[in-house]
Nanobody, 116 residues
Framework: EVQLQASGGGLAQAGGSLRLSCAAS????????IGWFRQAPGKEREGVSC????????YYADSVKGRFTISRGNAWNTGYLQMNSLKPEDTAVYYC?????????WGQGTQVTVSS
């Protein structure tokens, strides 16, 4: 079964850093775009960043531009989201996703909590 799993969340202080990982099973993630979304309590899920599969083009939401960096790992089934200069408003559950056969595949999220 194709699955995605996000990990690497935790508690950080404002100004700190965390690196999230996205691991795929039964899927060559290198062949697919990777997206990162987040959902804070009481808010809708929002897109944070994505990386294209073919061109390698990267997109960032304005709220994280200049602070977050999306990348692919050296392994064929991993992706990362490096988060620097964290702010309390970055607190959310973070999810990685990709589109397989026209369907969004979501992994279990990882909680990121940023204290002021």
């Amino acid at each position: 079964e194709v699955q995605l799993q996000a990990s690497g969340g935790g508690l950080a202080q404002a100004g700190g850093s965390l690196r999230l990982s996205c691991a795929a099973s039964q899927l060559h993630l290198d062949d697919y775009a990777i997206g990162w979304f987040r959902q804070a309590p009481g808010k809708e899920r929002e897109g944070v960043s994505c990386i294209d599969s073919s061109s390698g083009s990267k997109y960032y939401a304005d709220s994280v531009k200049g602070r977050f960096t999306i990348s692919r790992g050296n392994a064929w089934n991993t992706g990362y989201l490096q988060m620097n200069s964290l702010k309390p408003e970055d607190t959310a559950v973070y999810y990685c996703t990709t589109v397989v056969s026209g369907r969004n595949l979501w992994g279990q999220g990882t909680q990121v909590t940023v204290s002021s």
